[in-house]
């Protein structure tokens, strides 16, 4: 194998197919870009077992083949010559890379410990505007777990169904819902991917008007943009449903400019930094509210405007999940809607998006 082409190409390409990369495993070859040179261009592809990124790029081939080589240092090399033009050739069992006066030397791993990726696309399908999917992956994937104690609770709902696609997340502790419009689609379909799924295809939307088709197969998503194909396996399981948990009525609604409550929340945080639940309590009163949050570093207590339809309320929660939950909102005015202090509380506007938070036992 031997090519040349544009440093910043591959760099760029190389960077975007890393994430596909695994990081801790006892399989070598997921660590590793697979590079295969043919006809007029190389394909970068990368696997860890969950997710396939696979980008195709024009260089000028002198001699086709294909070598694994480590993504991560391989990406990080490349971003360090991208200035100037690459040539990449097999070499005593590694790849040499030549650039300007100088050369580099890797070593490889063979094409075939790669493992093999099927390329079939399955009929079934749904498809949005990119500006839609980017907007509504960025409403509800911090509401993903992180841990593996429910590994179902790590990956979104997606349910296409006539003309809406709609997003549930959840960690135990808040719940996001969002919906946007499909602009066509095979019918309904409902998976569950997995956040970091999701989070390497909101990287590759430019945000535009143009349509993008995402392609469902048993336990298997696909999607492609300009040159690149991402895949990834789904969960299996059934996922909580909104309906279940969210309350159908409230006896408090605060409504306020959101604004104002992150700054005031921010503040709060800085001095509670490193307490393991964010602990603010909340005393709602008709004109406002009286916002606490205490620590061994200091103590903060200050007041936000507000308009109360219903009973006063005292509740603690995690400040850092209510700020997470306002700044995912586009409105500025957003409506806080409470039962008793033992019961989840919900944030709203008025557009689509719905948080879901519970409140924090004092005392814990």
Known sequence: MKFVCDGVVLSDA???????????????????IKI?????????????????????????????GEVCVNGKMFSDFISKIAMMSVCVAESDGGIKISYGENSSFMQTLPASEFP????????????????????????????CATDDSRP??????????????????????????????????SGHIKIVCPARTLTEISR????????????????????CVGDTVLKSRLYLGEFVRKENIFPTSFTSKVT??????????????????????????????PNGINI????????????????????????????????DAMKALEEEEIVLSFNKETSPFTVTSTGISEYLIMPVRQGN
């Open 256 to 285: 306020l400019q959101k604004s104002v409550l992150i700054e005031s929340l921010e503040r709060a945080l800085l001095l509670i930094r490193g307490d393991k639940y964010n602990l603010v309590l909340f005393d709602i009163k």
């Open 204 to 223: 590759l939307l430019e945000g535009g008007e143009q349509t993008l088709k995402l392609y469902v197969e048993k336990n298997m998503l696909s999607v």
């Open 152 to 185: 179902i609770l790590r990956g979104c709902l997606l349910e296409a169904s006539g003309n809406t696609l709609q997003a549930s997340a959840l960690d135990g502790l808040r719940m996001a819902t969002s919906s946007c419009e499909a602009v066509g689609g």
């Open 14 to 32: 190389a960077i975007i197919v890393s994430k596909a990369c695994a990081t801790r495993t006892v399989i070598p070859v997921y660590e590793c």
């Open 116 to 143: 093999f990726i099927a390329g079939e696309v399955s009929a079934d399908y749904f498809e949005v505007k990119e500006s839609d999917l980017k907007k509504l992956i960025q409403s509800v994937v911090f509401c």
């Open 36 to 64: 295969t040179a043919k006809n007029d261009g190389i394909t970068l592809v990368a696997h860890d077992g969950e997710i396939t990124i696979e980008k195709k790029i024009k260089a000028e081939v002198f001699e086709e």
């Open 292 to 323: 606490a949050a205490n620590s061994d570093m200091g103590n903060v207590s200050e007041f936000v405007e507000a308009e109360l339809d219903g009973k006063e309320i005292k509740i603690a929660m995690n400040g850092k999940f209510l700020i």
